[in-house]
């Protein structure tokens, strides 16, 4: 099922949830191409998830899903062994699956954001990174760089760990109320910067 896992930046964002439910492969150096806009979480959100007592129902907006058919969402249904997946009249399509396949997306999902994480440390492009570390559900990462003060490249990131943990928690099924960055300088260890997800809207 990891397959069907892939985590999304700005350029790849739409396509990315298909293949979350349409089993395409994927790798993670697309995870890397762009640096994420925060008006995609916001969209991510349409996301609905209706965790009940035996089933899990996550209902995709239209635009993530291509114009599929219900004839092709059936398809996808029966090769990934969901219950059903239902085209609404709205366009939107409800996935139905159980808890356990519910639970093994979101393990696959967090292990697909770690492994992404993980290519960013001593990558090519960010070279000042030496490691980061993120709690359980996404919302509080630290980011361990050589600079005292952070670069362009390392500003950026913050967009794409607001993203990671944005959309994680949407299909969770929790509300996001705040997603904190920081970074920490590795020779010292004081924290050189702190950003928080809460803070875009009072910006706004």
Same mark, same amino acid.
């Given at each position: 099922?990891k397959?069907?896992?892939?985590l *999304?930046?700005?350029g790849?964002i739409? #396509?990315?949830i ?14 890397k191409?762009? +640096? ?10 349409? *996301? ?10 996550? #209902?995709?907006?239209?635009k993530?899903l291509?114009?599929? #058919? ?11 062994? /969901?219950?059903?997946?239902?085209l609404?009249? !709205?366009?939107?399509?409800?996935y ?5 396949? +519910?639970?093994?997306?979101l393990? %696959? ?11 960013m ?5 960010y070279?000042? =990174? #030496?490691? =980061?570390?993120v709690?359980?559900n996404?919302?509080?990462?630290t980011i361990?760089?050589? +600079? ?14 607001y993203? /990671?943990?944005?959309? /994680?928690?949407?299909? %969770?099924?929790k509300?996001?109320?705040?997603? +904190?960055?920081? /970074?920490v300088n ?9 950003s928080?997800?809460? !803070?875009l !809207?009072?910006?706004?």
């Amino acid at each position: 099922m990891k397959k069907l896992i892939s985590l *999304i930046l700005i350029g790849i964002i739409l #396509t990315s949830i298909l293949i979350v439910f349409a089993g395409c492969s994927s790798k993670n150096d697309e995870v890397k191409e762009n +640096h994420g806009n925060i008006t995609e979480l916001e969209s991510l959100g349409n *996301i609905d998830v209706n965790d009940n007592i035996f089933d899990v129902k996550l #209902t995709i907006p239209a635009k993530f899903l291509e114009n599929k #058919t219900q004839e092709e969402l059936d398809a996808i249904a029966k090769k990934e062994g /969901y219950k059903e997946i239902t085209l609404n009249e !709205d366009g939107t399509a409800t996935y139905v699956m159980t808890k356990n396949q +519910h639970k093994k997306l979101l393990k %696959e999902m967090s292990d697909t954001i770690n492994e992404a994480l993980q290519d960013m440390v001593n990558s090519e492009d960010y070279q000042s =990174i #030496t490691d =980061i570390k993120v709690n359980d559900n996404f919302t509080d990462f630290t980011i361990t760089t050589t +600079h005292e003060e952070l670069d362009l490249n390392e500003s950026m990131v913050i967009l794409s760990l607001y993203m /990671y943990g944005g959309m /994680y928690s949407i299909f %969770e099924g929790k509300e996001v109320d705040n997603i +904190h960055v920081s /970074y920490v300088n590795a020779e010292t260890g004081n924290i050189i910067s702190e950003s928080n997800s809460k !803070d875009l !809207d009072n910006k706004e």
